[in-house]
Structure formats: C-alpha cells, structure tokens
C-alpha cells in the first residue's frame, strides 16, 4: 500500500521550489497568458533543481504533446463551431423546447437540456456558454425570467461541457495521469447527467418559487405532436453525437477517430442543408485554432513540470503531510475536493488538472480511491468554478454577450453551485456512481 511506503517520506523542500511557485503566483496575478506562467515556473524549477538538462526542455516539451489522443481536442472544438455555424445548435433547442414545453417553466428547462446536447459534441464550456447563451437569453427574459437569473442559469448549464462526455478535460486528466480515455468518458455518463439533472431540479424550484415564467400546460396529445414535429424537421442534428457516443462506447472508434468522423459529418450535413459555404472555412479554422492554441501550450509545459515536481519529491511530501495530520479517508476525500473547488475559483481547469492531478492522485491511491472515480470527482469538482469567481470562466462569457455585471449573475447562481457541490460530494463518496457503467477490471 502507498501509505506504508510514504510514512518516513518527509520532505524538505527548498527554494528550488518555492521561487517557481512565487514567480507562477506573480506572472498568473499580473494576467501573463497562463501558459506562459506555467512555462516560466517548470523551466525555473527545472533549472534550479538540476532534475532536467535545460538542453532537454525543447524534446520534453515536444513529448508533452506528441500524443495520439491530444488530435481529439481540436477535432470536438472544431465540431462545435462548425454545429453553430451550420444551424444545427438551433435544430437541438427546438427539440429540447419540445420536450419540456409541457411544463410550467418549460422554456428554463430546454435551455439547460440544450447545454447538455451542446456539450455531448463539443467538449468545451466556453463555447456551450457563448452558443446556447446567444440563442436563449433574450427568450428567456421575454419569458419573464430576470436577466441576471437567465445568464446564471445558461452559466450553470454550460458548465456540462467538461461534465459530459465527450469532454476535452477527461483527455488532458486521461493523459496526465495515463489513464483510458475511453473508460473516462463511460465513466462521466451518470456524473454528467446527475449535474445536469440538480441544475434543472434547481431552476424547477426556484421558478415555481418566484413564478418567473408562467407558460401554458399541454395535453399529452399536444406535447407528443409538438415533440413528433421538432424531430422530423431537426433529426439529422442527432447524427453527430449519435456517432460520437455509439463509436467510443462500443470500441468501434477511438475518441480522436469519432472527432474526426463528427467533424466531417457536421460539415457534411452543413453543405447539404445549404448553411455552409467553403468562404466559412478560414473564419471557423481560425477560431477553433485561438482556442486550441491556449490549451496545447498548457499541456506541452505539463511533462516537464510533473517531472520537476516528482523529482523534487512534492506528491509524496503532500501525501506524507496531510496524512500526518489524519488518516480518516472520509476527511481526505472532503480535503481534496475543497482544494479542487478552491482552485477551480481562481484558474482555469486545464493547468488545475496538469498541477493537481499528479499531486493528489497519490493522497487518492493512499486511501485507495479508484483511479477512475479520482478523475471523475477532480473534473466535477473544478466544473463547479465556471460559475464561482473571480474566475468562473462562463460567467464571464455570458457577461460578455450580455453586458450584465459578473457580480449579479454570480449571485444568482448560488443556488446552482449549492446543488453541484452537493452532486460532487455524491461522486466523491460514492463510487458506484462513477464506476457502474464500467467493465469489471476497472472497478
């Protein structure tokens, strides 16, 4: 067991350390490009700790990113733009409008199904937030929902997009800590759909509390023609994540294979419905290559910096330290996820995953957590900063398209992080949430 190898591992760590770490603080504090910090603190630590010839560097950070599974991102990123820009984002809010219009509060509810469909293709929060946010904001203040409440409610739906699968964030954690990507995203379906599920239970309530939107109920007969209709003229936008979900859960594709078969499909169907033409190429190829290139760079500086981290000995002193202190996994466990939610308030998910993962990873196996429910329970719970400042990234996205202060929108997405956090915990302590779906040999 790793305890009984740890328990006379203290370490002494020195400013070969600590100065990196200062120097990453500072440069993230002066808004420096988070890669750029990240690579600044791994090359001082490297340098100073000997653990890497500087010579080496450049072949590190080339092995860093020289990875079948990293073609994925660019692939779901690009799938996402191009859903947006053929129109197909519009064909899954008819759909997800049809089958919640039955309710009082319908509209709020689609909203938050079609960030969830959104997500089952694109990976990315940002871009769930900035689509979905588009198409339904306005409506829903038409509908009688306030506009900072509509803006959380989108905010909180999108933060689905590294909480279903497929998810760039399982990829980054799948090859931080070598880890099936696949399995990765088998395991996210019930977490996943159990956070889409609170945050939907949470608009039901508060909408029934404050009446925000009235809407009209319908018979069965008017609901089953409604939901018949919006199937027939949008159910070739159903093509692309019936690929990706059929291809990766059945084995017969990898996740970079089905992100490239999504990708040409999506185009696919844009030529044939007329929504896409040949000049859109440049301005989409553009975009998802803005987005990429913030995540790429991340992961390249990630290698080297483990590699400074463990040579230095930081994950068994951290494991060594807080073991010390306490034994009691239930203790542990709330430890980590309190880490995680409290980074994910200040820094983005993708160097959270590349700095913590290797870190805590090893406090999990000492307790003997599976690694499969570590992973899942670290993306659900640096999913919850999205929407928590000063750093909840779809705060800031919704802010933008809107112009409606970050501070009200945070506030009114309180309710929303109160029922995450509490999703969290679930997968946190429960690993049959995580692991049912999964083949024996991974439980």
Known sequence: MLWQQLQNQAVDLGWDFY??????????????PVWAAIGSGAILMLVMSGALPLSLVGE??????????????PLFILTGDVLVRTGL?????DVAEAITCWAKGGFGSATVLVCGMFAAISGSDAAGAAAVGRMTIDRLVESGYPRPYACALVAAGACTGILIPPSIAYIIIGLVLGVNVSILFLAAVIPGLLILLSILITNVIINRRHAYEAGGLLTWGEWGMNLLGALKSGWYAFIVP??????????RLTPTEAGAVAVVVTIAIGFILGTLKFSD???????SAKVNGVILPIIAFSLPLAQALAILGVPQGFVFSVTSLTDDPRVLILLMVLILIAAGCVMETTPNIVILAPILYPLAESIEMNEIQFCIMMITALGVGFI???LGLNLFVVSGITGE???KIAARAIPFVFFM??????IAYIPAISTTLLPDNYK
């Open 242 to 251: 019936g690929i990706i979900f059929y291809g990766i859960f059945s084995g």
């Open 281 to 287: 190429f440049p301005a989409m190829l553009v975009s």
């Open 388 to 390: 928590t400042p000063p």
């Open 89 to 93: 984002s519009k064909k899954f809010l």
């Open 421 to 426: 956090l509490i999703v969290t915990l679930m």
């Open 19 to 32: 100065l990196p770490v200062i120097v990453f603080v500072v440069l993230v504090s002066l808004a420096v």
């Open 405 to 407: 202060s970050i501070l």
């Open 60 to 73: 590190s950070l080339f092995h860093g990113i020289d990875h079948f599974a990293l073609t994925a991102v």
